[in-house]
């Protein structure tokens, strides 16, 4: 027996398929605690309550919500307070065109994100968590990005032929360079190594990620600024401060200049229908 989803009416519907091929409404059966379970061993659903009763609890959780959204303001407002460090290194990467230096990964953006993509030299894959987190992202949201003066790149200490292969498998068009031969990724804490003096990873020493092995690559995104012909390092986030979808506004918040605070492109705005389509709706949103 298998299930399978179908749109009925707009709402989802989950249909049984027997041994024998039929096809049959599943109705989910009161458990012994008197809630229902999707199927044997399965996590039980939610309770079922008159409509009044729900909105009793929906409202008690959007308190929570509210609570949690202005966090997170004040929370991205002291992220855009951060210092940041000049950049004193001449980091090189290979890209498709040859080699580049990090500033040429800004294009005419004053903001950078890299995407620090898990995928060693001797790898013939990237990792499977970010290859999803590649497969979410759209042409239309890196033109956003690039709207609001911030361009975004992947960077993988793989050789650039082992990327450019496994881009091509997968048909991606974002950029994606290579910092193989460089010390791009251990200056960042996305590759640890035992010949590295010091291994940390998230802010901490974390020996212990090798797990026995000599190098072991790790998630994270950070982000530059470039002001003045010089490129400062404003931020970056290890482990689950990666656990974020791709959208616009959650990926520029990580960002010195925020989602609201690019002057160029509030310009433009001001001057068209651009803010239609990607301002940030007000606080009385939510």
């Known amino acids: 027996m298998s299930g399978l989803l179908r749109n009925r009416d707009h709402q989802v519907q989950l249909l049984l398929v027997t041994a024998d091929h039929r096809v049959t409404d599943f109705v989910p059966e009161p458990h012994s605690d008197g809630r229902r379970h999707c199927g044997p061993g399965a996590v039980a659903l939610p309770e079922v309550v008159p409509r009044e009763q729900w909105l009793e609890a929906r409202l008690r ?124 990724n251990y200056d960042f804490q996305v590759s640890l190594d035992q010949s590295v003096p010091q291994v940390h990873y998230n802010y901490r020493p974390a020996p212990d990620l090798l797990g026995g092995e000599r190098s072991a690559e790790m998630p994270g995104t950070s982000c530059f600024l470039r002001d003045d012909g010089e490129i400062f390092h404003t931020y970056s986030t290890y482990g689950r401060g990666n656990e974020y979808a791709p959208s616009l506004y959650k990926m520029l918040d990580l960002t010195a200049l925020g989602a609201a605070r690019q002057p160029r492109a509030a310009a433009r705005a001001a001057r068209g229908p651009w803010m239609l389509l990607t301002g940030r709706a007000g606080p009385a949103s939510r």
């Open 61 to 184: 959780l959007l308190a929570e919500e509210k609570k949690e959204t202005r966090r997170r303001d004040a929370l991205n407002t002291a992220r855009r307070g951060l210092p940041m460090v000049r950049i004193e290194r001449e980091y090189v990467l290979e890209g498709p065109q040859g080699p580049v230096a990090l500033a040429g990964l800004f294009g005419d953006s004053s903001q950078l994100i890299i995407q620090h993509v898990m995928f060693g030299p001797d790898w013939d894959a990237a990792c499977p968590f970010c290859t999803n987190f590649i497969d979410e992202l759209s042409d239309g949201l890196l033109a956003h990005l690039r709207a609001r003066e911030t361009a975004f790149a992947l960077v993988s200490r793989a050789p650039l032929a082992k990327i450019e292969a496994y881009r091509t498998r997968k048909g991606w068009t974002v950029p994606w360079y290579s910092s193989y031969g460089s010390d791009f």
